[in-house]
């Protein structure tokens, strides 16, 4: 059994790629061909509002988002500490300061709470600038309390919805929730290419206009003229071709990772603490999390069983060498610091059937139970 099957996808999938990819060997346009453009409108449609701007990947479309609120050394841009590392490295990377924010117990996703508590007590010398939630697992963070601190406090937003593209809140769709939103179309993500991808949702066309520029090295009226620092940050043509067939039936994949969801929780949710998702959400369910306090022997149990499993995240950012430096908000960390040994994920893609699935709920009743 796979962790995320993606051969499963590739095998509905094959004709329409290798004639996308045909496509792009005979016009030969391998930098920003018309596939770019095309997966750009598409994703905006799908989106709902905004201008799209796709990019190289989720890290990328940080770092590009960070450069058009022009951050540097001075800036506070409060993150979550139980998130992966690009969240933080973007912001570190030009110069800015993480400040580590706790999450919520239930949802994983970064508390409100925790956050005012962060603003209020910053270091000396740090002003504040803004705030990075992260919609992990690909559930939706809580953006209209997230949104009251940032007015309060004058602080912009960049959502990090690396794992989320394709959740929604009220039917409406992950992009619209933040001025900037961020994304990654790694190959085990929700909506994955075929090597690294990402993009950023911008709400004002003056953004988009500057996230076009930071993409190709802060590029004016062409590109030997530099208005502005950027990076190289294009998205190939090649996995523009790849992403669009596969957006294409993205909606239904969507169906069938709730479906695998609503199964999981219905064989788990007496056994161990299952997701929830709150009322009006939809998940993009990039991973279904259970959380087991006994879970690295459980784990161990599950992997001799041959069911493989992932920890997502086993050491939370503010522990890690690279950033233990950086300020943690007043609130303190606790709730990251439990989750981190009790998280584990199950397998979850959209064609696990329901015979693999039922070995996942068993063997995980069988581990739980026996170590009681
Ligand atoms: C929350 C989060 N942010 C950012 C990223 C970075 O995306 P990428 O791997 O495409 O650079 C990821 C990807 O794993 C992620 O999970």
Redesign the pocket.
């Known amino acids: 059994m796979q962790f995320i099957d993606l051969a499963a996808q590739q095998r509905r999938l094959r004709q329409e790629i290798d004639a996308a990819v045909a496509r792009v060997l005979d016009h030969g346009r391998y930098i920003m061909g018309p596939e770019v453009a095309e997966l750009e409108a598409a994703l905006a449609d799908f989106v709902g509002e905004g201008d799209v701007v796709s990019c190289a990947?989720?890290?990328?479309?940080?770092v590009m988002a960070l450069l058009v609120r022009s951050v540097g050394p001075g800036d506070a841009v409060f993150v979550p500490s139980f998130?992966?590392a690009?969240?933080a490295e973007a912001v570190a990377l030009l110069g800015a300061t993480p400040v580590f924010v706790d999450i919520d117990a239930v949802t994983y996703d970064l508390c409100p709470d925790s956050l005012e508590a962060a603003v209020a007590d910053l270091p000396a010398g740090l002003r504040p600038a803004g705030v990075i939630p992260?919609d992990?697992f690909g559930l939706p963070a809580d953006y209209s309390a997230i949104g009251e601190v940032c007015e309060r406090h004058g602080l912009w937003m960049i959502a990090?919805a690396?794992?989320s593209f394709g959740a929604s809140v009220e039917d409406v769709r992950v992009g619209c929730f933040a001025p900037l939103t961020?994304t990654?179309?790694?190959p085990a993500?929700p909506l994955g290419c075929y090597g690294?991808?990402?993009a950023v949702v911008a709400q004002d066309p003056e953004d988009a206009a500057v996230l076009r520029s930071v993409r190709v090295h802060g590029s004016g009226s062409d590109k030997y003229d530099n208005v502005r620092l950027g990076i190289n940050g294009r998205l190939d043509t090649l996995q523009a071709a790849i992403l669009l067939p596969k957006l294409a039936i993205f909606a239904d994949e969507l169906d069938r990772r709730a479906e695998v969801a609503r199964r999981y929780d219905d064989g788990l949710r007496d056994l161990v603490v299952t997701p929830v998702v709150p009322d009006g959400v939809r998940s993009a369910w990039a991973q279904y999390t259970v959380r087991i306090p006994d879970r690295d022997r459980v784990a161990e149990a599950l992997a001799a069983a041959g069911i493989p499993t992932a920890i997502y995240y086993p050491l939370p950012l503010h522990r890690q060498q690279a950033y233990r430096h950086h300020p943690v908000g007043a609130g303190g960390m606790a709730v990251s610091d439990v989750a981190a040994t009790e998280v584990l994920s199950l397998p979850m893609h959209p064609y696990l059937g329901s015979d693999d699935q039922g070995a996942v709920i068993d063997a995980l009743r069988t581990a739980v139970e026996g170590l009681r």
């Open positions: 990947s989720g890290t990328d479309a940080l998130t992966f690009a969240t992260v992990l990090d690396a794992q961020t990654s179309f790694f993500k690294d991808g990402g």
